[in-house]
């Protein structure tokens, strides 16, 4: 798959990477976070970051059906991080309270808990749903 590195307004290169839309590509996003946030010098939320992504990657292939996601790593504004998933459903996701006994169900409550924010943006062809990390430079 092809990752880039693109400028950005705020003077850091943000990355993507489009993937496959499986399970395996978890660890491939993972990388992909893990890259960003070294280059940027914010190994610190590394362990947050890969969680968030991983979340948000198992709901996409969990509840699209094309063929490929698309993994995005910002820096919208110093101290922040944002990572994002964009797939082609225009479904948007609904954060949940499973029952004890539900084995699924409890990823946006993840990225809920580890992020500042979240969201979902529409998009033309689907929609990006991401979350943002505080990230100080140290």
Same mark, same amino acid.
Request: charged share 25%.
């Given at each position: ?14 990355? !993507? $990477?489009?993937?496959?839309?499986? /399970?395996? !590509?978890? /660890?491939?996003?993972? =990388?992909?976070? =893990? ?7 914010? $190994? ?10 991983? $979340?948000?990657?198992?709901? /996409? ?5 094309? #063929? #490929? ?19 082609? !459903? ?8 499973? /029952?004890? #006994?539900?084995?699924?169900? =409890? ?24 979350? $943002?990390?505080?990230?100080? !430079?140290?």
């Amino acid at each position: 798959m092809t990752v880039s590195a693109t400028a950005r307004t705020t003077g850091h290169i943000g990355y !993507s $990477e489009t993937l496959p839309r499986d /399970a395996g !590509s978890a /660890a491939a996003a993972r =990388r992909l976070v =893990r890259t960003a946030l070294t280059e940027w010098g914010l $190994e610190h939320v590394v362990e947050d970051s890969a969680l968030v992504v991983t $979340e948000l990657v198992a709901n /996409a292939v969990n509840h699209t059906r094309d #063929s #490929s996601i698309q993994v995005v790593v910002a820096r919208p504004a110093d101290g922040r991080v944002r990572i994002g998933v964009m797939d082609k !459903s225009r479904t948007m996701p609904v954060l949940r309270c499973p /029952a004890d #006994s539900e084995v699924h169900g =409890r990823g946006l409550a993840l990225v809920d808990a580890l992020t500042i924010q979240w969201g979902t943006d529409r998009e033309d062809s689907g929609k990006c749903v991401w979350g $943002e990390l505080r990230a100080e !430079s140290r």
